[in-house]
């Protein structure tokens, strides 16, 4: 009778331990196919993001064209009135939704100076074109976009010297 007790406490032990086994490896595999899932929807959510930015942005740089260094003799007051207008309406599109806080507010920046000057018909405001430059980086920013970098025609790179420093860039951007 001692041999049978023994045998099945210590079979019911056995269990007991295959069970917690495959109960604790079950929980981990949910645990790991919840985390790829959150992941996957992050990434979803990113790149859609991303195109949303990509359909939307050239509206702004479109809107901000007449302000540019090009144009500064052509540029009057009622000029910077329409520039507000088209950014404010912007803003209030899908990309201004879906822009970056910062990028936001630098666009909001550009577009309040440029109301301001529109309203007082004077002086240019001193701060306009430090709001045009810094909306510009910023929304190549949100772009993904290389910055404002120069550009020199005589400097022969190769495609592939090009894309090593590229990817040398972005290892220290990582680093970071």
Same mark, same amino acid.
């Given at each position: ?14 269990? !007991? ?16 196919? @919840?985390? @790829? =899932? ?18 939307? /942005?050239?509206?702004?740089? =479109? ?20 520039? &507000? ?6 803003? /209030? ?11 936001? $507010? ?11 000057? &529109?309203? #007082? $018909? ?6 306009? /074109?430090?709001?045009?430059?810094? &909306?510009?980086?910023? !929304? @190549?920013?949100? %772009?993904? !976009?290389?910055? %404002? =970098? $120069?550009?020199?025609?005589?400097? #022969?790179?190769? %495609?592939?010297?090009? %894309? ?13």
């Amino acid at each position: 009778m001692l041999t049978e007790v023994t045998t099945v406490l210590l079979s019911g032990f056995v269990a !007991l331990i295959v069970t917690t086994g495959i109960g604790a490896l079950t929980w981990d595999q949910i645990r790991r196919e @919840r985390q @790829r =899932e959150l992941v996957e929807a992050k990434v979803a959510r990113t790149l859609e993001l991303h195109r949303t930015r990509l359909a939307t /942005y050239p509206t702004a740089f =479109e809107a901000m064209a007449p302000l540019s260094t090009h144009n500064r003799a052509l540029l009057t007051a009622e000029v910077g009135g329409e520039v &507000a207008k088209k950014l404010n309406a912007w803003l /209030y599109s899908a990309g201004g939704m879906c822009a970056d806080a910062t990028t936001r $507010s630098a666009v909001l920046g550009l577009r309040d100076s440029c109301d301001k000057w &529109a309203a #007082n $018909s004077g002086q240019r405001p001193p701060q306009l /074109y430090e709001f045009r430059n810094l &909306a510009v980086a910023l !929304l @190549r920013r949100d %772009l993904d !976009l290389a910055g %404002l =970098e $120069s550009f020199d025609i005589r400097r #022969n790179v190769t %495609l592939l010297a090009q %894309l090593r420093d590229d990817l040398d860039a972005l290892d220290n951007r990582i680093r970071e």
